[in-house]
């Protein structure tokens, strides 16, 4: 309304003027209408303008030509519109029709691409089954050539087998053979060994017994026995009468390298004690004969009350 307001607002002005100039003229030219003019106080007096028949023929001709022109340029705007708007149409429906045209051809060019990709699966799998079929071709020959050579392999596997069986058997045969001869020969030399070792035995067991009864074994032993009482630090629990055996292992420089003792007649204190005199005591006193040493000693410990 305001755009129609705007383009014809001339228009509409000049026809608001020609209906106030001939309502003015008709009120002016009725007669018997026409009052005496009448002097308003302090007021200049107006003059009345007379308005032909002719003016306001041509008055209503301006004003239909002014409406006729307007008419016009309405007709020829709506002329305009119509004809941008077949103009737009006519676009709109061009570019629908290139959107078209570009859709149709971006489908054919998918459908091609889509016939392409499908022609190329189907080359590619062709390939494929024809490489497969090649491959299990291959594999059957390569199959068939595995088994002939494991069977020739075997064969021949069989054959040093024997081969071998044969000559481990009469290896065993052989070395079982000379095994029961070295065997024999062997326990031959065990025994022989055995009996001298034996005679051997008997004769140092005899040359023992007899040093452990001779003075100087006797003097020996004494002489180790007052060493460690001298060197025997006397517990409070030690009583009267005490007689501990003890076992004393020597190396040749008669250092003492263990102690232990066998049976005692006081507590743990008085045994502890004795070990420790053993101890102190070391290196114990040479025997006069070295034929008398003897690695393991036995000797009673029996202070003087």
Not at 30 to 44: D, I
Not at 95 to 111: D, L
Not at 141 to 147: F, L, W
């Amino acid at each position: 309304m305001l755009e129609f307001l705007r383009e014809h607002a001339l228009s509409l002005f000049l026809a608001g003027l020609m209906h106030a100039v001939l309502i003015a003229a008709l009120i002016v030219g009725l007669p018997g209408r026409q009052a005496p003019p009448v002097q308003a106080e302090g007021r200049a007096p107006v003059q009345a303008v007379a308005v032909s028949e002719a003016d306001l023929r041509a008055a209503e001709r301006r004003q239909d030509d002014a409406r006729q022109a307007e008419q016009r340029r309405q007709q020829e705007a709506e002329r305009r519109r119509q004809e941008e708007a077949r103009r737009q149409a006519q676009a709109e429906q061009e570019r629908q029709a290139e959107i078209v045209q570009q859709r149709e051809q971006q489908a054919a060019e998918q459908r091609a691409e889509a016939e392409r990709q499908v022609r190329e699966q189907r080359a590619a799998e062709e390939a494929s089954r024809a490489a497969e079929a090649r491959r299990v071709e291959e594999a059957r020959k390569a199959e068939e050539a595995r088994k002939v050579e494991q069977a020739r392999r075997e064969a021949e596997v069989r054959q040093r087998a024997e081969a071998e069986a044969r000559r481990q058997a009469e290896e065993v045969a052989r070395v079982e053979a000379a095994r029961v001869e070295a065997a024999r020969q062997a326990e031959a030399r065990v025994q022989a060994e055995r009996q001298q070792q034996l005679a051997a035995q008997i004769a140092e067991e005899q040359r023992r017994m007899q040093l452990q009864g001779s003075s100087e074994y006797a003097q020996w032993i004494g002489a180790i026995q007052s060493q460690v009482a001298r060197h025997w630090n006397r517990p409070p629990s030690a009583r009267a009468g005490l007689e501990c055996e003890v076992r004393v292992q020597l190396i040749p420089g008669m250092q003492v390298v263990n102690a232990e003792i066998l049976r005692c007649n006081g507590d743990d204190a008085v045994q502890r004690s004795i070990l420790a005199a053993v101890e102190r005591a070391s290196p114990l006193p040479r025997p006069s004969d070295p034929a008398l040493f003897e690695r393991t000693i036995v000797f009673v410990f029996k202070p003087e009350d």
